[in-house]
């Protein structure tokens, strides 16, 4: 009982460091870019030792990558899950915007992080391994758009890839707007109000 005890403790442990390390990562790759940061700044930074920081990532480009994955793989399964259930795709949609904005609400910093990641000036070839995900997410919400043309939520003229990039513009609209305030923008009413505003025009 003794060794399991320490383990949780161990585990615990390892865990807020970890997490201290990602939100000193997030907060500096977002404000100086990936080149302009050193692993003394991030150590500085998330109050831990350089060794600490190489403890759990090889180097640079490995914490870097892991704040990505982070970032894809947060909410994915409930995205998914979402996208499977039996009811009508505009409270699918519904259900994805409000989740993304709770997300983003939730971790600030990963989302501002996450959000100038694929937008920034800097040539990041390692990104490029992230394409699949990305494109995983694309396709997830393609069928979406589809599955409501087939069921005539949506107008036949409807074309899939516009639509999916004017839903994640205003979605990205909004959460970047949310992180230069302290005022709470994200609200489900907000995410009702831009589902039922993209519905018209979509049926139009």
Not at 8 to 31: D, G, P, W, Y
Not at 36 to 52: D, F, G, H, I, Q
Not at 56 to 77: M, N, P, T, V, W
Not at 100 to 121: D, G, I, M, T
């Amino acid at each position: 009982m003794i060794q399991i005890s320490n383990h949780i403790a161990n585990i615990n442990v390892e865990s807020e460091t970890k997490i201290k390390i990602f939100n000193a990562a997030a907060k500096l790759f977002t404000e100086k870019g990936y080149y302009a940061v050193s692993m003394r700044e991030l150590a500085e930074k998330a109050n831990v030792t350089k060794p600490t920081i190489y403890y759990y990532f090889r180097c640079k480009e490995d914490l870097y990558k892991s704040l990505i994955r982070l970032g894809l793989e947060e909410g994915f399964e409930a995205f998914e899950q979402i996208s499977k259930m039996d009811i009508p795709v505009k409270e699918k949609l519904l259900r994805l915007l409000k989740l993304r904005f709770r997300l983003s609400a939730a971790h600030p910093e990963f989302a501002n992080f996450f959000l100038k990641a694929f937008s920034s000036v800097e040539s990041l070839p390692f990104l490029e391994e992230f394409l699949p995900d990305i494109k995983r997410h694309r396709e997830i919400t393609i069928k979406i758009i589809h599955e409501a043309m087939a069921s005539s939520e949506f107008g036949p003229k409807v074309n899939p890839d516009i639509t999916f990039e004017i839903v994640g513009a205003v979605m990205f609209h909004y959460m970047r707007k949310q992180l230069k305030t302290s005022k709470k923008i994200l609200t489900e009413e907000l995410a009702e109000e831009i589902i039922e505003l993209l519905y018209k025009g979509f049926n139009e």
